[in-house]
C-alpha cells in the first residue's frame, strides 16, 4: 500500500508483559512521528526520527518506553512491564520533509488489562 | 504553558452556521502552523496550511497573527459532515518538530 501502516490493529495484553508495535512509514520518508491518544484526548508527541539524526525523545514518558528506526525505514515501539495507563491508541506519522504534511497511520489501539 | 493550547470545545453549530477557533502557541520561533482535521476515532488529517498573509479554501479560512501569537480557523456554511475534531498544529523553527494542540472538537447539528 501506498500509506503509512501500523501492526497490530489492536492489541490487549497483561499489566506487566511487554509489547512491541510496528509502524511501516512511506517509503522514502525521512520523518517519523510517535504519538499516543488516550480516549477523548489530544495528541501526545512520544518520539521523533529524521533521518540519521539521533532521534527526538523527550516525550516518552518514562524508560519503560524505547522506539528505534532500522534501516532508516521501519519503527518499533516497545512498551516494557506495561501498566494499565499505557492503555491508549498509538499513532505513527512519517513526512517526506518539514513541511508539516504528516501522513498517519490507523494506529494501535493497545490495551492493558 | 503548554506549547499549544486550543480551546477543548465542544462547539456545537446548527448547520449553515459559522465558526472560528483560535489556537495560540507560546514559541516565537515557530515558524509553520497548520490545522488538521481528526474524525471520530480515525487518524488525524491535514486540512489546510497556514500562511502569513492569511489563506482560504473553499468555506475554510486560515489566519495567522504573529505578534498575538494565534492562528485561527474560520468553517462558513457549516455542513454535518464538518463535525470533527480540529488540530492546530505548530513547527518550531528550533526544532523542525512538529506540536499538536490537543483539539477543538465541532458538533454540526441539523
Known amino acids: 500500500g501506498a500509506g503509512v501502516s501500523q501492526s497490530p490493529s489492536n492489541k490487549v495484553t497483561e499489566k506487566g508483559k511487554d509489547v512491541e508495535l510496528r509502524c511501516d512509514p512511506i517509503s522514502g520518508h525521512t520523518a517519523l512521528y510517535w504519538y499516543r491518544q488516550s480516549l477523548g484526548q489530544g495528541l501526545e508527541f512520544l518520539i521523533y526520527?529524521?533521518?540519521?539524526?539521533?532521534?527526538?525523545k523527550s516525550g516518552l514518558p518514562s524508560d519503560r518506553f524505547s522506539a528505534e528506526r532500522t534501516g532508516g525505514s521501519v519503527s518499533t515501539l516497545t512498551i516494557q512491564r506495561t501498566q494499565q495507563e499505557d492503555s491508549a491508541v498509538y499513532l505513527c506519522?512519517?513526512?517526506?520533509?518539514?513541511?508539516?504534511?504528516?501522513?498517519f497511520g490507523p494506529g494501535t489501539r493497545l490495551t492493558v488489562t | 504553558r503548554k506549547e499549544v493550547e486550543q480551546d477543548p470545545g465542544p462547539f456545537n453549530v446548527p448547520e449553515g452556521a459559522t465558526v472560528a477557533f483560535n489556537c495560540t502557541y507560546s514559541?516565537?520561533?515557530?515558524?509553520?502552523f497548520f490545522w488538521y482535521r481528526q474524525d471520530c476515532r480515525k487518524e488525524p488529517k491535514l486540512l489546510m496550511s497556514v500562511y502569513s498573509s492569511g489563506n482560504e479554501d473553499g468555506r475554510f479560512t486560515a489566519q495567522l497573527n504573529r505578534a498575538s501569537q494565534y492562528i485561527s480557523l474560520l468553517i462558513r456554511d457549516s455542513k454535518l459532515s464538518d463535525s470533527a475534531t480540529y488540530l492546530c498544529?505548530?513547527?518550531?523553527?528550533?526544532?523542525?518538530?512538529?506540536?499538536f494542540g490537543t483539539g477543538t472538537r465541532l458538533q454540526v447539528f441539523p
Open positions: 506519522a512519517s513526512s517526506a520533509n518539514r513541511d508539516g504534511l504528516q501522513y
Open positions: 526520527f529524521q533521518g540519521n539524526s539521533a532521534p527526538d
Open positions: 498544529v505548530v513547527i518550531s523553527y528550533n526544532t523542525d518538530k512538529l506540536i
Open positions: 514559541n516565537s520561533a515557530s515558524q509553520s
